[in-house]
């Protein structure tokens, strides 16, 4: 009848409580009724014995402890026949927890020490052996300061020699249920009213949310006078977010999105931050870099292939340009100061020699090649040297009416 009563009034109390999360106590005290069935080896009968089990336990973390356990049990008959025997254990040995801060928290324990039995009630006839305990159980939360075993059960192993029977080794099993008492460790966190929906969907503290951003930009390079969008990107359904933009550190802008470019900017790298936040998220920040091109004319070679012709030959023309910032370059435009060019074609056709001269005569040519972008031009130079060959001081017949008229003089 009485275990009856104590096991429904551990179940009433364990009934109503809240699963909520629970502080890691430092100490513990545990006080309870304790049933053991002790079996003797031998012809001895198995016997029960009733009495109460203290625990003293220390909390090293939320999983690991050390506990000691005391323990005084009275047994009445066994098998019929009055024993009044007492027994007192004392054991002491590590704990391992579960989900200690949960409601519910399960634990293991092996624990080690010794057992003291007496007959006929009398302590001063008693003896001392080994005793070995080695089970579990669990706590259930109901306070702060307080929590219900319902139940722990172990392998109660005594070593002793009983003052009836010679009997050493007795394998026994004890059952415990009582009220644990917590002292020291963590406070609780403060607990919210009531737990509103984020942003996002999600029923956490809104403060935990954890907000993504990412700057996108159009373009990393711009030239002087142009202008470039910044836009940042957050992940889906972010209402609420607020951004604050950086120039090479210097705030410039609130709004949801950076015009960067326009006159007046000198040509270099300029660093552009942004930085998101709002009452639900924690800040973030996101970063790009911008570079800013001066203009630069289209400027390049050109060059003769052959450089070297004679006269009434024709050398092919090739010429590059680069440029910066002017737009698409056109294809160059071609000139020689003598002879003519058709389209990439120097003919030496008409390069003036002079005509008195009868060895062999050379003349650089002067080659220009133009190219233009949308702003301006630029202009490259080089030379072809035209050669015309040596030739006789005078044509044969020539030479031949000379040579007659000097034997007619006188």
Same mark, same amino acid.
């Not at 373009?219 to 950086?246: D, F, H, K």
């Given at each position: 009848?009485?275990?009856?009563?104590?096991?429904?009034?551990?179940?009433?109390?364990?009934?109503?409580?809240?699963?909520?999360?629970?502080?890691?106590?430092?100490?513990?005290? %545990?006080? *309870?009724?304790? %049933?053991?069935?002790?079996?003797?080896?031998?012809?001895?009968?198995?016997?029960?014995?009733?009495?109460?089990?203290?625990?003293?336990?220390?909390?090293?973390?939320?999983?690991?402890?050390?506990?000691?356990?005391?323990?005084? %049990?009275?047994?009445?008959?066994?098998?019929? @026949?009055?024993?009044? /025997?007492?027994?007192?254990?004392? =054991?002491? *040995?590590?704990?391992?927890? @579960?989900?200690?801060?949960?409601?519910?928290?399960?634990?293991?324990?092996?624990?080690?020490?010794?057992?003291?039995?007496?007959?006929?009630?009398?302590?001063?006839?008693?003896?001392?052996?080994?005793?070995?305990?080695?089970?579990?159980?669990?706590?259930?939360?109901?306070?702060?300061?307080?929590?219900?075993?319902?139940?722990?059960?172990?392998?109660?192993? !005594?070593?002793?020699?009983?003052?009836?029977?010679?009997?050493?080794? =007795?394998?026994?099993?004890?059952?415990?249920?009582?009220?644990?008492?917590?002292?020291?460790?963590?406070?609780?966190?403060?607990?919210?009213?009531?737990?509103?929906?984020?942003? +996002? *969907? /999600?029923?956490?503290?809104? $403060?935990?949310?954890?907000? $993504?951003?990412?700057?996108?930009?159009?373009? !990393? &390079? @711009?030239?002087?006078?142009?202008?470039?969008?910044?836009?940042?990107?957050?992940?889906?359904?972010?209402?609420?977010? =607020?951004?604050?933009?950086?120039?090479?550190?210097?705030?410039?802008?609130? +709004?949801?999105?950076?015009?960067?470019?326009?006159?007046?900017? &000198?040509?270099?790298?300029?660093?552009?931050?942004?930085?998101?936040?709002?009452?639900?998220?924690?800040?973030? /920040?996101?970063?790009?870099?911008?570079?800013?091109?001066?203009?630069?004319?289209?400027?390049?070679?050109? =060059?003769?292939?052959?450089?070297?012709? %004679?006269?009434?030959?024709?050398?092919?023309?090739?010429?590059?340009?680069?440029?910066?910032?002017?737009?698409?370059? &056109?294809?160059?435009?071609?000139?020689?100061? &003598?002879?003519?060019?058709?389209? $990439?074609?120097?003919?030496?056709?008409?390069?003036?020699?002079?005509?008195?001269?009868?060895?062999?005569?050379?003349?650089?040519?002067?080659?220009?090649?133009?190219?233009?972008?949308?702003?301006? /031009?630029?202009?490259? !130079?080089?030379?072809?040297?035209? @050669?015309?060959?040596?030739?006789?001081?005078?044509?044969?017949?020539?030479?031949?009416?000379?040579?007659?008229?000097?034997?007619?003089?006188?």
């Amino acid at each position: 009848m009485r275990k009856r009563a104590a096991t429904g009034l551990v179940l009433l109390l364990t009934a109503g409580v809240p699963a909520s999360s629970q502080p890691v106590p430092r100490f513990e005290t %545990y006080l *309870g009724y304790s %049933y053991i069935r002790f079996r003797p080896a031998g012809d001895f009968p198995d016997f029960n014995a009733n009495g109460g089990t203290a625990q003293f336990i220390y909390n090293f973390n939320p999983r690991v402890g050390l506990v000691g356990d005391v323990g005084v %049990y009275h047994a009445g008959k066994a098998g019929g @026949i009055a024993i009044d /025997s007492n027994s007192a254990n004392f =054991q002491a *040995g590590p704990r391992v927890s @579960i989900r200690k801060k949960k409601t519910v928290s399960p634990y293991v324990q092996a624990l080690v020490g010794a057992i003291r039995t007496s007959a006929a009630a009398r302590f001063a006839d008693a003896e001392t052996g080994f005793a070995m305990l080695a089970g579990g159980g669990f706590n259930v939360n109901v306070g702060r300061r307080i929590s219900i075993r319902p139940a722990e059960v172990s392998y109660f192993l !005594t070593r002793q020699r009983n003052p009836v029977f010679d009997v050493r080794n =007795q394998n026994n099993l004890r059952a415990s249920a009582g009220a644990v008492f917590l002292f020291g460790g963590e406070r609780p966190a403060l607990q919210g009213k009531a737990t509103r929906m984020c942003p +996002d *969907g /999600s029923a956490a503290p809104c $403060s935990s949310i954890e907000l $993504s951003l990412q700057l996108h930009a159009e373009r !990393t &390079e @711009i030239c002087q006078g142009e202008t470039v969008s910044l836009t940042p990107v957050t992940g889906s359904n972010r209402a609420g977010v =607020q951004y604050r933009w950086l120039l090479n550190g210097q705030p410039v802008s609130q +709004d949801t999105q950076l015009q960067f470019g326009g006159s007046g900017l &000198e040509p270099g790298a300029y660093r552009i931050a942004v930085t998101g936040s709002g009452a639900p998220y924690r800040p973030a /920040s996101a970063e790009a870099q911008i570079t800013v091109l001066e203009y630069r004319p289209p400027a390049g070679a050109v =060059q003769a292939n052959p450089a070297e012709i %004679y006269e009434g030959e024709q050398s092919t023309l090739v010429a590059a340009f680069e440029g910066q910032c002017g737009g698409p370059i &056109e294809a160059p435009v071609f000139s020689a100061s &003598e002879g003519t060019v058709r389209d $990439s074609q120097f003919d030496s056709t008409g390069v003036g020699f002079d005509p008195s001269v009868h060895t062999e005569q050379r003349k650089a040519v002067k080659i220009t090649a133009t190219a233009s972008d949308n702003r301006t /031009s630029g202009v490259a !130079t080089t030379t072809v040297t035209v @050669i015309r060959r040596a030739s006789a001081p005078y044509p044969p017949g020539e030479f031949f009416e000379l040579l007659v008229s000097v034997r007619r003089r006188p």
